[in-house]
């Protein structure tokens, strides 16, 4: 089975700039997080979808942050416009909706840099 | 709000000896803790999780305990090797919370060989 991809691998873009992160999660898998590791911290929840809705979106940062996941697929992440602080790992991950809902499986990341 | 404590930050142990990471959680409504091995440039992988409703979980030379009363839970890993190098992560999980993670800070495992 495939596992839960991300896009780019690392993107660096200048302060001020719009960046779009993508995350294909496992087939089926009908919850998505997102989540965000600054250097050297925890990993921060984001976000969390079920299917294209937006069940709890009490970890974005502020209104800079969009995520949508339009036909409940695949979910992406824009930051607009992009500031020094946005930078660190995005991490996402998907969970069954029934079942072992509770283990996440995890993307690789994306390593976002605001120069 | 919510939070996961984890100690130490960095950890180094001789190959063949145990290591050991502890957490604490602040929701007494938290009841599945996973631990995660993320290997430098890969992504986190979860090795062990338990339950609420469990005290003690052990696969192979890794376990993990729970007391609930305390609201810690530690990971152990015995008979270490130096591919068990790498940063663990320890989280909470609440149904209040929907299901999302509150991670500790990670903790950096060097076994030296």
């Known amino acids: 089975e495939a596992g839960v991809t991300q896009f780019p691998s690392h993107s660096v873009i200048e302060k001020g700039q719009t960046v779009t992160l993508r995350c294909d999660p496992i087939?089926?898998?009908?919850?998505l997080y997102w989540y965000r590791r600054v250097m050297g911290k925890e990993i921060k929840f984001l976000l969390h979808f079920v299917k294209e809705s937006k069940q709890d979106e009490s970890g974005m940062p502020n209104n800079r942050f969009l995520a949508e996941r339009t036909g409940g697929t695949y979910s992406t992440l824009k930051v607009q416009p992009a500031e020094l602080e946005d930078s660190g790992v995005y991490f996402c991950?998907?969970?069954?909706?029934?079942?072992?809902?509770?283990?996440?499986?995890f993307g690789p990341g994306t390593r976002l840099t605001v120069t | 709000g919510e939070n996961v404590e984890q100690h130490p930050s960095t950890l180094s142990v001789q190959e063949g000896d145990s290591a050991v990471i502890k957490c604490t959680y602040s929701d007494s409504a938290s009841n599945y803790f996973p631990w995660y091995k993320q290997e430098l440039g890969k992504r986190p992988q979860l090795i062990i999780d338990?339950?609420?409703?469990?005290g003690e979980k052990k696969d192979q030379r890794i376990a993990v305990t729970l007391n609930k009363t305390a609201k810690h839970f530690s990971l152990h890993i015995t008979e270490t090797q130096p591919e068990d190098s790498a940063v663990y992560f320890c989280?909470?999980?609440?149904?209040?919370?929907?299901?999302?993670?509150?991670f500790g800070t990670g903790t950096r495992l060097k076994v030296l060989a």
């Open positions: 991950a998907s969970s069954q909706r029934t079942g072992n809902f509770y283990e996440q499986y």
């Open positions: 087939s089926g898998h009908d919850n």
């Open positions: 338990i339950r609420s409703n469990v």
């Open positions: 989280a909470a999980s609440s149904p209040s919370g929907t299901y999302k993670y509150i």
